[in-house]
């Protein structure tokens, strides 16, 4: 019995050596180890249960780093995406996988270098590449390479995305406003990084502040932060104008704010006319706080 007992423990050990093995050589992105890793664990366990995942990752990763070239770039962001990523996560765990990943996001963004910015496919742009791939430097120096990037959605979002992450508040403030006047729902999924603060004051507006019959909510963040929250409002100022209601509603409430500091009280009175007939909620909210 003991015997038995001992080949099981064996067995077992031998069974999990193997099979890190082919881990290992996965974890390497070295497809030629991994295949003689599999190998071997199927000569002495024919039957493990891991086998099946193993040879199909095998054989997309193989697959992906099959001439990649620029004009393949939407396939292979559509391999790694939906393949190659679920089948490492049933290797190796969520975590592991976004590490394992890196190098082959990396492959990807290297590939994009020359091809330029495609708003109908944004994804495959080097700048969202290099920011899977956990490189935010190389994707602030494809962002800037965009033309007009700060007037784009997707690249306005990943700059700020990256300040956010790695810069002072007064860079990345701007940019959220601006991120609010043009794509406030790009905003919204954005701020889960954003620090704590930042949400209690996005929930505090959403709570407190009617909508002007806006669809996004958000677009109207920066100007109401000029009215309730004054210390943020010299962070705010270097927003760049756009052409909207909540943007041009901002930079107004800017101009009736510094009449107001400044006891200009008779320039004042056409300042407000033009805030309540461009944003009545807005101007009746800030009707509120005086």
Excluded: C
């Excluded at 969520?94 to 994804?123: F, K």
């Amino acid at each position: 019995m003991a015997n038995t007992r001992q080949l099981d423990l064996f067995e077992d050990s031998r069974n999990v050596t193997l099979n890190n093995a082919v881990l290992a050589a996965f974890t390497a992105h070295n497809p030629d180890t991994a295949a003689l890793a599999i190998a071997a664990l199927h000569d002495e366990f024919p039957h493990h249960h891991d086998l099946p995942a193993h040879r199909l990752l095998l054989g997309q990763l193989l697959d992906f780093l099959r001439e990649l070239q620029p004009t393949s770039l939407p396939s292979r962001h559509q391999q790694l995406t939906q393949t190659l990523l679920p089948l490492a996560r049933q290797l190796f765990g969520s975590t592991q996988t976004a590490v394992w990943a890196r190098p082959l996001w990396a492959m990807l963004a290297q590939t994009a270098a020359t091809v330029g910015y495609d708003n109908a496919h944004p994804e495959i742009h080097a700048a969202a590449l290099w920011l899977a791939a956990d490189a935010p430097d190389a994707a602030h120096s494809a962002i800037e390479k965009i033309p007009s990037w700060r007037r784009i959605p997707a690249p306005l979002a990943w700059m700020t995305e990256i300040e956010i992450k790695q810069g002072a508040p007064e860079t990345w403030w701007p940019l959220m406003a601006e991120l609010a006047w043009l794509a406030p729902e790009r905003l919204d999924a954005l701020l889960v990084i954003a620090p704590v603060a930042v949400n209690r004051l996005k929930t505090s507006f959403l709570t407190t502040f009617e909508n002007n019959g806006e669809h996004h909510d958000l677009a109207w963040f920066p100007a109401w932060l000029l009215i309730h929250h004054s210390k943020l409002r010299d962070l705010l100022r270097p927003a760049q104008p756009a052409q909207n209601t909540p943007a041009q509603a901002f930079h107004l409430l800017l101009d009736l704010l510094h009449l107001e500091r400044t006891g200009q009280q008779g320039t004042q009175i056409p300042h407000r006319a033009k805030l309540r007939a461009l944003a009545p909620d807005l101007f009746a909210d800030f009707m509120r706080s005086r």
